[in-house]
């Protein structure tokens, strides 16, 4: 299935991994987790689960936006341990998969747009104030 998705979110132009075991991919992230912007995890995987994977990530660089995936309903304070208040649901078509990817990567960039705008800010006050 991460095979699958990957190929699609490529012929979409985007660039993406495929990884089948979450302590595979995470030690992949933490090697270079500046390369990357989104990571979509299942909820229940062997070895570890989204939860723990998503708390791993967080603490390796809390830019990383993961978007959680489940064919099960998700318990909503579980949820809320990691600042989610929503999933996606399987089975998902591929065109919604590829738009979901497409806003949540937008959203990211906008607000990287506005850090970069509040410290050129910061800067040019602290020049004014010397």
């Known amino acids: 299935m991460a095979e699958l998705f990957s190929q699609a979110l490529q ?22 987790p ?12 062997p070895n570890m689960n989204g939860l723990e994977l998503t708390k791993k990530l967080n603490d390796i660089d809390g830019k990383i936006r993961v978007m959680l995936m489940s064919a099960y309903d998700l318990d909503q304070d579980e949820l809320r341990e990691v600042n989610k208040e929503q999933y996606l649901r399987k089975p998902m078509h591929l065109a919604k998969l590829i738009e979901c990817v497409k806003t949540e990567l937008s959203e990211r960039m906008e607000e990287e747009h506005q850090e970069q705008r509040q410290q050129t800010l910061r800067r040019s006050l602290k020049m004014t104030l010397v």
């Open 11 to 32: 012929s979409a132009g985007l660039k993406a991994i495929a990884f089948d075991d979450p302590i595979a991919a995470l030690e992949h992230i933490a090697g270079k």
């Open 34 to 45: 500046h390369e990357f912007s989104l990571v979509i995890t299942d909820w229940k995987m």
